[in-house]
């Protein structure tokens, strides 16, 4: 099986900064695009960002200019800089990855963490 776990959720001040990070797990041939989400309470989900193998990231533009996506292929992980943080930003995040196990292509989800932007 294959698993995502997230960390680096917290409790941070407006103007502040926090680095969410996502390591996949379990019997991993090959990832291609890799994906953070978040949720705010009463809101639906969103697509914050995304890398692929070889093509640029791509950005909500709620935080282009503010966040960073990078990937560690080597770790099988993906990072989530995220600078300037606004009250707005509070949300659960989420990282998918589009994973080839056994033979198999899927997406595969973390099981989220929380980030609080208060002050």
């Known amino acids: 099986q294959v698993q995502l776990v997230e960390s680096g959720g917290g409790l941070v001040q407006p103007g502040g900064s926090l680095r969410l990070s996502c390591a996949a797990s379990g019997s991993i041939f090959s990832i291609n695009a890799m994906r953070w989400y978040r949720q705010a309470p009463g809101k639906q989900l969103e697509l914050v960002a995304t890398?692929?193998?070889?093509?640029?990231?791509n950005y909500a533009d709620s935080v282009k200019g503010r966040f960073t996506i990078s990937r560690d292929n080597a770790k099988n992980t993906v990072y989530l800089q995220m600078n300037s943080l606004k009250p707005e930003d509070t949300a659960a995040y989420y990282c998918?990855?589009?994973?080839?196990?056994?033979?198999?292509?899927?997406?595969?989800w973390g099981q989220g963490t929380q980030v609080t932007v208060s002050s």
């Open positions: 998918n990855a589009d994973v080839t196990a056994r033979g198999k292509w899927s997406t595969y």
């Open positions: 890398i692929g193998t070889g093509a640029s990231p």
